[in-house]
């Protein structure tokens, strides 16, 4: 099955309002803004810094960049024509932001034009992740900065246990929705092999147990496309849901994706 993101334009009006939702939740839980946060901070943003964020989705980050101390100009690049739309309304208070479409293997943008280019859960989407830090390299400026956070999918869980149902339903969404599940642990060998230098990886974690907000959307995609593909018929779709949320009021729910940001040089 095709990663849901990289097929996104192909998708009906209402999967795609549901996806930018999705994106939307995710930006807005607090272990999600701290790791985002503690992934600027390794980024030394020299004075009025232009900044590139490369498939931006709805801005949820391109909206924090624009306030980031050092930061001059923000440009949002994402291959949706629904999300940069959504992007531009959700961000039509500030001035320094604007948002463009665009493949980030090809994009069409100025060499040597951006003092940072960031990619935020976007290179574990593209088939081609060399192609796009190429991309990258070419539009930054000598000493500029590359800025990478994904997350290690294949760490994806909520099992309390061996053959926990709910697992099933994880692994059925992270194969619909990411192309590269292993893409942070190549991120040192990809900025290298690109041409950037003194690449730094550092982990981050998320947990959930009670809210989960974000890891419950994750449960809810993986029951539908259990039902969409025939694997589960509809009562049992509801009754993953069901579990989901009865191990959340009862104290036994447990959600984790291990995280990981890069920040590289570019000579």
């Known amino acids: 099955m095709a990663d849901v993101w990289a097929v996104f334009n192909e998708l009906d009006d209402e999967a795609q309002a549901r ?8 930006g807005a839980t607090g272990q999600q803004r701290a790791m985002r946060r503690a992934f600027l901070e390794s980024v030394a943003f020299p004075p009025a810094a232009r900044v590139l964020e490369v498939g931006c989705g709805t801005g949820v980050l391109t909206r924090v960049l624009a306030g980031w101390r050092g930061v001059g100009e923000v440009v949002g690049v994402d291959l949706a024509p629904a999300l940069v739309a959504r992007a531009r309304q959700l961000a039509a208070g ?20 951006f003092d940072v280019v960031v990619f935020d859960s976007t290179l574990s989407h593209v088939s081609g992740p060399e192609r796009a830090l190429d991309e990258a390299f070419r539009v930054m400026r000598a000493d500029g900065w590359l800025a990478v956070f994904d997350g290690d999918y294949a760490t994806a869980t909520v099992a309390l246990g061996p053959d926990d149902p709910l697992q099933t339903c994880v692994d059925a969404m992270m194969k619909a929705s990411v192309t590269d599940r292993h893409v942070v642990r190549r991120l040192v060998s990809l900025a290298l092999g690109a041409g950037f230098r003194s690449p730094v990886l550092r982990s981050h974690g998320l947990a959930e147990t009670e809210p989960a907000d974000y890891m419950l959307t994750v449960v809810d995609r993986g029951a539908d496309l259990l039902g969409s593909t025939g694997s589960a018929g509809p009562d049992l779709v509801e009754a993953l849901k069901h579990e989901a949320r ?18 590289a040089r570019k000579p």
Request: aromatic share 8%.
């Open 19 to 26: 996806l930018a939702t999705v994106l939307e939740t995710r």
């Open 94 to 113: 500030l001035s320094n932001v604007r948002f463009e479409e665009g493949d980030a293997r090809a994009l069409r943008l100025d060499d040597d034009s």
């Open 246 to 263: 009865q191990r959340v009021a009862g104290g036994r729910f447990f959600g984790h994706i291990a995280y990981g940001s890069l920040a």
